[in-house]
């Protein structure tokens, strides 16, 4: 059994795939071809926004958005504590400060009512200015971006939605990747649309945005690629995992279907065993992961090491909460700063799923969860 099935999707698109691949390498146009132009279209057209600017990863994307809009020393950004190291990360590298926000207990997203207070705490030391909250779409589940949008309308922030794992995620036929002033994601071959590397993409509906993005990401290119008008970078998305996208993207909405039925299974199977994961009313996640909460370290770790013995492979999605990382320690935040999160580290686990998963292995992994607990 597979975590993550990625060989099996590949032979499903084999014949598709093959020949994209062999195109892109045929055409000896390696760097910026035709098909990432092509893909950008198309990632715009699905997500619902005017730009579309890929680039070599998720966490670069980040930092695109972050270098458009001049975020540097003195800006305070809030992120979630309870997500993977590059949402903070990208805003470290800029120079500015990350303040870290708790998340729901139930959806695991930034939590608005958390989020407010922390901003009113950093206006009222006056060291940092507020200045971009950054909303994690996490597990496949969008934020709760009715609620942040108010928020950051009352305090003049602007909102980076970290779509890394949300894509294909809605709030009430609204796609994910569409919620941000700029919206990032990833392709990293995990992610509910992943390529066979590294690559990332940046959605925004303003013009002077996605230019200066799609400058940066070609070091800082002006009107030609020798007229250098600012410090840039190298973030390119390669041809050949632009042609390996554009595949998957057409695919997509199948899979998308087919993982939310299997995440339909385990709910069933297991509602009555474990806290399983939770969808508001007029959401839909893309499960990049499907994550259940038990009692305690104890009977989580417990639980992964019986899965292990099985033969079944789970994962601790995220064991350290942000604030506790070595990196971040020299900010001496106290635990009971985001006790939702220091919580969570302790009791979730994610179990294996992908669009191609059978019931029978979805029996499996339920069998040996109630036999555990």
């Not at 595949?247 to 087919?258: M, N, Q, R």
């Not at 994550?291 to 013995?309: I, K, M, S």
């Not at 999160?341 to 191609?356: A, G």
Request: proline fraction near 5%.
């Amino acid at each position: 059994m597979r975590f993550k099935d990625l060989k099996q999707q590949y032979q499903l698109l084999k014949a598709d795939m093959d020949k994209a691949i062999l195109d892109a390498v045929a055409s000896g146009a390696y760097i910026m071809g035709p098909q990432v132009k092509d893909l950008e279209k198309e990632l715009a057209a699905y997500v619902g926004t005017r730009h579309c600017i890929s680039c070599a990863s998720g966490t670069d994307a980040l930092t695109l958005a972050l270098k458009a809009w001049g975020v540097g020393k003195g800006d305070a950004v809030f992120v979630p504590d309870f997500t993977f190291f590059s949402t903070a990360e990208a805003v470290s590298l800029e120079g500015a400060t990350p303040v870290f926000v708790d998340v729901d207990s139930a959806t695991f997203n930034i939590d608005p009512a958390d989020l407010e207070k922390k901003i009113r705490q950093t206006l009222r030391r006056g060291e940092l200015a507020p200045k971009v909250i950054i909303a994690v779409d996490l597990f496949g589940l969008p934020a709760d971006y009715p609620a942040i949008r108010k928020i950051a309308g009352q305090y003049g922030l602007l909102i980076l939605e970290d779509g890394a794992q949300g894509f294909g995620g809605a709030i009430n036929g609204k796609r994910s990747c569409s919620f941000g002033d700029i919206s990032t994601t990833s392709f990293f071959p995990g992610k509910p649309l992943g390529c066979y590397g590294d690559g990332g993409a940046c959605f925004t509906d303003n013009d002077e945005w996605a230019a200066l993005m799609d400058s940066y990401r070609m070091h800082g290119k002006g009107s030609s690629k020798y007229d250098n008008v600012r410090i840039g970078m190298n973030s390119r998305l390669d041809t050949i995992q632009a042609a390996i996208l554009q595949v998957k993207l057409s695919a997509f909405d199948g899979e998308l279907a087919a993982i939310n039925n299997v995440a339909a299974e385990y709910t069933a199977r297991l509602a009555d065993i474990v806290e399983t994961p939770v969808v508001p009313d007029g959401y839909l996640s893309s499960w990049a992961q499907y994550t259940v909460r038990l009692d305690g370290r104890a009977e989580r770790d417990g639980l992964q090491a019986y899965l292990e013995e099985q033969g079944i492979p789970s994962m601790v999605y995220y064991p350290t909460p942000m604030h506790c990382q070595t990196a971040y320690r020299n900010q001496s935040i106290p635990e009971a700063d985001c006790p939702v999160t220091c919580q969570l580290c302790d009791i979730v686990l994610s179990l294996p799923i992908h669009p191609y998963i059978s019931l029978g292995e979805i029996d499996r992994v339920c069998n040996a969860i109630k036999n555990f607990v």
